[in-house]
């Protein structure tokens, strides 16, 4: 993707900022970042800690992409947060109007060859065990109409250097913010199909279970049967559905 001169600038200088800060809170591991493609794609991470959003972008801006980041329209209205997200041309979504326009300008962003980061789940997981929860079909809608690879990434660790409700990052002892990068999610079958609910939600089904698996190797243990549904406070497991694809009943969809 061509980037002006100027917002180049403005990224150097928010990754001299930032990079530093992150790793003087903590040590970080990599793993699979050469599973990021050189064109345009859509990063599919899972939600567990309010910096996020900062070491996914040091990872992907690390590797030499721009790191565009579809965001709650809330945060434009903060003070100066509202002002570097526009300025930086972070992607504001508004939930009451539908994100509409903001698939809109996601879209733009991928047909010039960048990079789109999205946490599907919405917001922070609230799975008790902050394993990745049923996502929205927002990141679903985007990559079977735009065509462009979805890359799955997992990460560990972050929560304990944040964790949910801390309002401030725990400095001692020092943590290690793991991230682990997946191969493509498997998602051609599904792209010649309309964008029936039923389509939709098996491939978002199908990218959450790929973040799963790459957290399940992070962890070094299996996810549990099900996925947490926000909606009902409770892990549902899928029963007798079949996937649109033609690849039978997925793993834990709702």
């Known amino acids: 993707m061509t980037e002006s001169a100027g917002l180049r600038a403005g990224y150097f200088a928010a990754a001299a900022a930032v990079r530093p800060t992150l790793n003087a809170l903590m040590a970080k591991e990599w793993q699979g970042t050469e599973n990021l493609p050189e064109g345009g794609f859509i990063l599919c991470a899972n939600h567990v800690s309010n910096l996020d959003p900062l070491a996914v972008g040091h990872l992907v801006y690390s590797q030499g992409h721009l790191p565009y980041f579809l965001a709650k329209a809330e945060l434009f209205q903060l003070p100066v947060v509202?002002?570097?997200?526009?300025?930086?041309?972070?992607?504001?979504?508004?939930?009451?109007?539908?994100?509409?326009?903001?698939?809109?300008?996601?879209?733009?962003?991928?047909?010039?060859?960048?990079?789109?980061?999205?946490?599907?789940?919405?917001?922070?997981?609230?799975?008790?065990?902050?394993?990745?929860?049923?996502?929205?079909?927002?990141?679903?809608r985007l990559a079977l109409k735009t065509?462009?690879?979805v890359i799955p990434l997992a990460q560990w660790g972050i929560h304990e250097v944040m964790p949910r409700q801390a309002k401030a990052p725990r400095?001692?002892?020092?943590?290690?913010?793991?991230?682990?990068?997946?191969?493509?999610?498997?998602?051609?079958?599904?792209?010649?199909?309309?964008?029936?609910?039923?389509?939709?939600?098996?491939?978002?089904?199908?990218?959450?279970?790929?973040?799963?698996?790459?957290?399940?190797?992070?962890?070094?243990?299996?996810?549990?049967?099900?996925?947490?549904?926000?909606?009902?406070?409770?892990?549902?497991?899928?029963?007798?559905?079949?996937?649109?694809?033609?690849?039978?009943?997925?793993?834990?969809?709702?």
């Open 147 to 149: 065509g462009v690879p």
């Open 82 to 140: 509202g002002g570097l997200l526009t300025r930086m041309r972070q992607i504001p979504v508004d939930r009451a109007r539908g994100g509409n326009e903001s698939l809109l300008a996601a879209n733009q962003v991928l047909a010039d060859g960048g990079a789109i980061i999205i946490y599907p789940e919405a917001t922070l997981t609230l799975d008790p065990d902050l394993w990745p929860m049923k996502a929205k079909t927002g990141a679903a």
């Open 171 to 254: 400095l001692w002892p020092r943590r290690t913010a793991s991230a682990r990068i997946g191969t493509p999610v498997p998602l051609e079958d599904l792209r010649a199909s309309a964008l029936t609910r039923d389509v939709l939600d098996a491939a978002s089904e199908r990218i959450m279970s790929a973040i799963t698996g790459e957290l399940e190797a992070l962890r070094g243990e299996p996810a549990p049967e099900g996925r947490w549904n926000p909606r009902t406070a409770r892990r549902e497991l899928i029963s007798g559905r079949q996937d649109p694809g033609g690849s039978g009943t997925e793993r834990g969809a709702l």
